[in-house]
């Protein structure tokens, strides 16, 4: 759905971006995650066709970005960070007017009517948009970036200042959108939210990809094993670092925790091996590992390299 190669923007005396290539799936939900000033943003901006950059390609949904802005924007949908509503205008004419710039031309009302109902709105269309609640403003910011029914949908911060509900609410939208045959990037430094609907998660780092990898059910092919021995064993550890099937690797004295590439079948030729390598264990189990877990993870095999 979405393929970036080579990519690259530069600020006067900053490169934001460097030399950034990724694809992703159709039908996902990608968390977007780095330290602040790592290229999020710009990331996304130029993902959108709202920034130019200074080389490489962007193609989503078979369009190139860079060549077609306004064609792809027929596919995409963006939220920025600080998103801006007409606040004396009602909901309905906000959407209204989001759908005739973004070039629905027939069955506004139609149109308006499904996207407020979608997002629990249908009550709301009537009421100013300075009126609302954060998290309502926010349903109505999402309803504009969607009511011309994009591929992609692009969200930078999307639960910014969002109380737990409302936090909530929007997890559960998400799900919903990509149900409905969306596909979604989403950037937000509060990782325990992304967990709740993300199945990737794609990490910049000053201004370069350090790592995609999948999350949850849709990475049965990576897990997080954790060996404990009788006591500390610099050998064994140094073996495990040797197998290619092993990915970053940590030792806390007599515990070690590993990724290990493969499924049950990789995990009981490792216990084998183990064994075989006359390893001590005294306990061998797979975990579950959390998002925020995983990034630290990523940032931390980074620093080692």
């Known amino acids: 759905m979405i393929e970036v190669r080579n990519l690259i923007f530069e600020y006067p005396g900053h490169r934001a971006i460097d030399n950034v290539s990724f694809s992703i799936d159709p039908d996902s939900v990608t968390a977007l995650v780095g330290p ?61 007017y989001a759908a005739e710039a973004n070039g629905v031309t027939s069955q506004i009302d139609a149109s308006v009517r499904q996207t407020a109902e979608h997002l629990r709105l249908s009550d709301r269309l009537e009421q100013r ?46 799900k919903i959108l990509k149900t409905s045959g969306m ?50 064993n610099a050998t064994i550890v140094d073996w495990l670092k040797a197998r290619p099937e092993i990915g970053s690797i940590t030792a806390d004295g007599a ?14 030729q490792l216990l084998k091996a183990l064994v075989a390598a006359d390893a001590e264990i005294v306990n061998f189990s797979t975990v579950e590992q959390d998002l925020q877990s995983s990034y630290l993870n990523s940032i931390r095999e980074q620093n080692d390299t």
């Open 36 to 96: 602040n000033g790592a290229g999020k943003t710009t990331l996304m901006r130029c993902l959108c066709g709202l920034d130019r950059p200074l080389s490489g390609s962007i193609v989503v949904d078979g369009i190139d970005v860079i060549e077609h802005p306004r064609r792809s924007h027929e596919k995409i949908g963006y939220l920025s960070d600080f998103f801006g509503l007409y606040d004396e205008l009602p909901v309905g004419q906000c959407l209204r």
């Open 129 to 174: 948009a300075g009126e609302l609640s954060r998290g309502l403003r926010q349903r109505v910011a999402i309803g504009q970036a969607i009511i011309h029914k994009p591929r992609v949908l692009v969200l930078d911060e999307p639960a910014s200042g969002l109380d737990p509900e409302a936090r909530h609410d929007l997890a559960e939208l998400f």
């Open 183 to 232: 596909t979604l990037l989403v950037s937000s430094h509060i990782l325990a939210e992304l967990e709740a609907y993300a199945t990737e998660m794609l990490v910049i780092r000053d201004g370069r990809i350090i790592e995609q990898r999948q999350l949850g059910t849709r990475a049965a092919d990576r897990r997080h094993v954790q060996i404990e021995l009788i006591a500390a």
């Open 255 to 268: 515990r070690i925790s590993c990724e290990l590439s493969g499924g049950d079948d990789a995990q009981g």
